[in-house]
C-alpha cells in the first residue's frame, strides 16, 4: 500500500536539507552557533513527541543528535578568551549532555524539558549578542561625520 503523504513528506526533508545548505555556505561563526542551537532545539522537540509516543528508536537518534550537536558547541567554545565565561559554558554543556543521556535512559519527558529550557535560554543571549552587534553597524554607518 503507497502513502500518499510519503512523497510530500521526503520533498519536504529535501528542502529542508538544501535550506540548512545555504544557511551554513555563508553564515557568519556567529550565526554557525544560533544553527546548532536551533538543530539541537529541534531534535529535542522531536525527541520529546516520539517518547510521548513511545517510538524508542527515533527518540534514541534524536536525542543522540542533540547530544552531539551539544558536543560541537562545546567544541566551538574558546577557553583563552573566553575565560571564565567558556569554563560555566563548558561545564553546562556537559551536565546537558548527562541530563540528555539519564533522560533516554529513564523515558523523562522532564529532563528533556529542562535541558530544552537551559539550551533556550543560552540561545537567547547568543541572539541578543546578535542584535546589539547588528544595530551597532547601522549606527556606525549613519552616524554623521563631523562638520
Do not use: C
Amino acid at each position: 500500500m503507497n502513502n500518499p503523504n510519503l512523497g510530500n513528506i521526503l520533498a519536504l526533508k529535501e528542502y529542508n536539507k538544501i535550506n540548512l545548505q545555504t544557511s551554513i555556505e555563508g553564515a557568519s561563526p556567529h550565526r554557525l552557533i544560533q544553527l546548532l542551537m536551533d538543530g539541537a532545539l529541534a531534535r529535542l522537540t522531536q525527541a520529546k513527541g516520539h517518547m510521548k509516543a513511545n517510538s524508542i528508536a527515533q527518540k534514541g537518534e534524536d536525542i543522540s543528535m542533540a547530544i552531539s550537536i551539544i558536543g560541537g558547541l562545546r567544541d566551538s567554545l574558546n577557553h583563552d578568551k573566553g575565560g571564565s565565561m567558556a569554563d560555566n559554558l563548558d561545564s553546562l554543556y556537559e551536565y546537558m549532555t548527562y541530563r540528555l543521556m539519564e533522560s533516554n535512559l529513564k523515558n523523562d519527558v522532564s529532563i528533556i524539558d529542562e535541558v530544552h529550557g537551559l539550551l533556550t535560554e543560552i540561545k537567547s543571549a547568543w541572539d541578543a549578542i546578535a542584535n546589539q552587534s547588528v544595530a551597532a553597524q547601522v549606527e556606525t554607518r549613519f552616524e554623521q561625520p563631523a562638520a
